[in-house]
């Protein structure tokens, strides 16, 4: 049996796949024991809350700002347009977050001549040196996160992963 198929049985043993279940009355309702949207949102809202929570106590800064600041460490001098489309932040977090990083002395920006609303962002010194410390916690969170998980389990599942993300990019915000 392949890594693949044994991880396909593991995730949803009697082999359905979204099939709904029935409430008390008989109604279908979703099974979020194999409902993959559900674990998605779960698992996101869970390690969200979390990093949120650790973030904000140990550096004064939420998810939405690290996620912020691990982006412009990715790809720096980008307008808040950009951040938005790789992390899927909605426009309205993107720009509180940076508007909160740059108070908090961790961003510049130069704004377009023609466009002074428009602005290419980036790290500065300040904004690396906290970028660093999170990602060590970040990936520490991590390893704690796949802990147990075989590496080429982990493989397929990244593989999967990266298909869903393509399909969700086709929906094109379609509710699943």
Sequence with gaps: MTVSTRLAKELCPDGRRSSPTKDHKGRAVVDPGSYIPYFFAAINNALSRGASRLYLQAFDIGIAEWRVISMLAIEPRIPA???????????????????????????????????NRRKIWWLNARGYGLHDKILAVALERERNLIQGVEPDDLEVFLKVMRMMRQNVDRLGGEDV
């Design 81 to 115: 347009q950009r951040i938005c489309e790789v992390i899927s932040l909605d426009k309205a977090a993107t720009s509180r977050s940076l508007s909160r990083l740059r108070e908090l002395g961790y961003l510049e920006f130069k704004a377009s001549d023609r466009d």
